[in-house]
């Protein structure tokens, strides 16, 4: 079975600091790994993907993260926290042969000060 | 529709009450997901139908939960005999077709069993 970890439920960063949201996954196969943000009142919204193509993925709102396979993880960066990134992010798996199955973590509040 | 509809947003129902939530569907998708996100938790898989069949309900929580998709686009989950642990967002999602590649969530609804 897969999972994810997410290291910290809230982060807190200055406007124009680095964000860093952590994620380890654990999968018996190569996974498929997902960041989605989620704002208040609001559905999940897909930030970025990953699925087995180039490692570093690129996302949306200047979001994105790495998959290394050696350290079986996907952090999530931005270089320049913005006030609308303040939000709730979730990190999630699945696998081939799963019919798009996901699993998530627990999630990451993003809070970010002026 | 430009994206996926849940309806009711909120829904306040006494505990051993029958509740039905809706789920439209962007157009055209042939992959419905419903999940259940409880307070402080990433959601959680319950059921995907392709098409008109339930194709994995396995994480159903028990035989009071049951959702259908009869004409292949709106789906209907509906909880009999709610108990106050039923209390969560129900989310939906839906894809283009089963894949590895991310969905579209609807908004959620909110249900409270008081």
């Known amino acids: 079975a897969q999972s994810v970890t997410q290291l910290g439920s809230h982060v807190s960063v200055s406007e124009g600091a680095l964000v860093l949201l952590r994620c380890n996954y654990s999968s018996s196969v190569p996974p498929y790994l997902f960041w989605y943000v989620q704002y208040p009142n609001q559905g999940l919204q897909l930030l970025l993907k990953y699925t087995s193509a180039a490692t570093l993925v690129k996302g949306i709102n200047g979001f994105e993260a790495e998959f290394k396979k050696s350290e079986t993880s996907f952090h999530l960066t931005k270089p320049s926290a913005h006030m609308s990134d303040a939000a709730e992010y979730f990190c999630?798996?699945?696998?081939?042969?799963?019919?798009?199955?996901?699993?998530f973590g627990t999630g990451t509040r993003l809070q970010v000060t002026l | 529709g430009a994206g996926v509809s849940q309806t009711p947003s909120n829904k306040v129902t006494e505990k051993g009450k029958y509740v039905e939530l809706r789920c439209d569907p962007i157009s055209g998708h042939t992959a419905l997901y419903w999940y259940r996100q409880s307070l402080g938790q990433g959601p959680e898989f319950l059921i995907y139908?392709?098409?008109?069949?339930?194709?994995?309900d396995s994480g159903l929580p028990n035989d009071r939960f049951f959702a259908v998709r009869p004409e292949g686009s709106v789906s209907t989950l509906k909880i009999q005999r709610t108990e106050r642990g039923d209390s969560a967002v129900y989310l939906c999602?839906?894809?283009?077709?089963?894949?590895?590649?991310?969905?579209?969530f609807g908004s959620g609804t909110r249900l409270t069993v008081v």
């Open positions: 999630a798996v699945s696998i081939t042969g799963t019919a798009s199955k996901l699993t």
């Open positions: 999602a839906s894809s283009p077709h089963i894949d590895n590649y991310g969905y579209t």
């Open positions: 139908f392709q098409g008109t069949g339930a194709a994995d």
